[in-house]
């Protein structure tokens, strides 16, 4: 249980964890999330795997939505909600997009666009 500290990037643990979270630069820092209990999870589907190392593995999953099994029926089930935190769209909104064949092959092209505020990839 966590309850809001003096600022908005603080807050105040009711019991101190079991483990020292690691921060220092020589390895991935520790990740902590918050939310409310039920929305801790979501039924998701796994749409590809790489590997990262020797150790670790990068998984790519999108939420799996009931509503997409029966939208042909005019069907809409209430919409899932995976998180009660505040959300930033990190998804980009790209601009000027330009797309140009490839110089004597014609089954290629080359895209590009201008870069886009807020985005983590592309």
Do not use: C
């Not at 064949?101 to 985005?119: E, F, H, I, K, M």
Request: proline residues 13%; charged residues 15%; aromatic residues 4%.
């Amino acid at each position: 249980m966590v309850t809001p500290g003096p600022r908005p990037d603080i807050v105040v643990l009711a019991v101190t964890p079991d483990i020292t979270p690691f921060t220092a630069g020589t390895a991935e820092r520790t990740h902590v999330v918050f939310g409310q209990i039920p929305t801790w999870r979501t039924l998701a589907k796994v749409i590809g795997t790489r590997p990262r190392g020797l150790y670790q593995i990068e998984i790519e999953a999108v939420t799996e939505d009931p509503a997409v099994h029966t939208s042909e029926l005019g069907l809409s089930p209430a919409p899932i909600i995976t998180s009660s935190l505040p959300r930033r769209v990190t998804q980009p909104v790209v601009g000027d997009p330009v797309a140009r064949t490839v110089p004597g092959d014609t089954s290629r092209v080359l895209l590009s666009w201008g870069p886009a505020p807020n985005a983590d990839i592309y």
